[in-house]
């Protein structure tokens, strides 16, 4: 779908955040831009990924007969996407924090797993997207949260640094920048964060989240979400 820019449109998701993001759209200079309503991705999932084929991964076992078939709950599938992400399941980990969206649609830590799992993937759009999600929701992790997805200082690190390297090769990729502002943040380099919101601001001056973010930064503050964000939720495949 196109827009000013004559670029089609990445659509986030996940209900978006009334005046704190993407009234303007995120415009992003490898050809994507984050949308403004939620609706499927448009990003590359596993060619497999389907509700129908999600949803039959976590069937149970057949019950007995006479009992009833178990069902998995949203916490138990947040709970087995941070053990896939652990093991570098990455892709099943998508699955499963998708499964637990459904019943968790604002929680700020699910989001924050499903930017990682998207982040480790290299899809750094959709990590975006669900990063600006997250800090809309709750304050950024520290290190020791950070840490406690990989146990493996090396696997996130050569993940960072080729995030680092792509904004190197892009520097006007406002996704890109407002996600390694995001990262850190997590890692406790506030200055290096400022950097790359100030970015992400100035290339996207709609996007009110950074701005206020950018804002925390220069006044020394610690990063909070701004106050009760007014969530609208759409239907798949609408505009809000």
């Not at 448009?42 to 389907?50: E, F, I, N, V, W």
């Not at 050569?158 to 850190?184: C, I, M, W």
């Amino acid at each position: 779908m196109g827009n000013a820019y004559g670029r089609r449109v990445w659509r986030a998701p996940y209900p978006r955040y009334d005046g704190w993001g993407w009234d303007g759209n995120y415009p992003d200079s490898s050809g994507y831009d984050l949308g403004t309503s939620t609706c499927c991705y448009d990003s590359p999932l596993p060619a497999d990924y389907s509700l129908a084929d999600m949803t039959a991964a976590f069937v149970p076992a057949p019950p007995q007969p006479g009992q009833a078939a178990p069902q998995m709950t949203a916490a138990e599938a947040f709970s087995q996407a941070r053990a896939a992400f652990l093991q570098g399941d990455y892709r099943r980990a998508l699955r499963l924090a998708s499964f637990a969206e459904v019943g968790l649609p604002q929680n700020a830590k699910l989001q924050e797993l499903i930017s990682l799992t998207f982040f480790a993937l290299g899809d750094y759009p959709a990590a975006a997207s669900r990063a600006h999600a997250a800090l809309a929701l709750g304050p950024a992790s520290d290190w020791p949260s950070l840490y406690s997805y990989y146990h493996d200082v090396a696997k996130y690190s050569a993940q960072l640094r080729k995030l680092e390297k792509t904004v190197a090769d892009a520097h006007n990729s406002a996704p890109s920048r407002f996600l390694l502002g995001y990262h850190y943040l997590m890692i406790g380099a506030p200055g290096n964060a400022k950097h790359e919101f100030s970015a992400a601001a100035q290339l996207t001056p709609d996007d009110k989240l950074a701005g206020h973010i950018l804002t925390q930064l220069q006044a020394g503050q610690t990063v909070t979400p701004p106050e009760s964000p007014r969530i609208l939720v759409g239907q798949e495949g609408t505009d809000l």
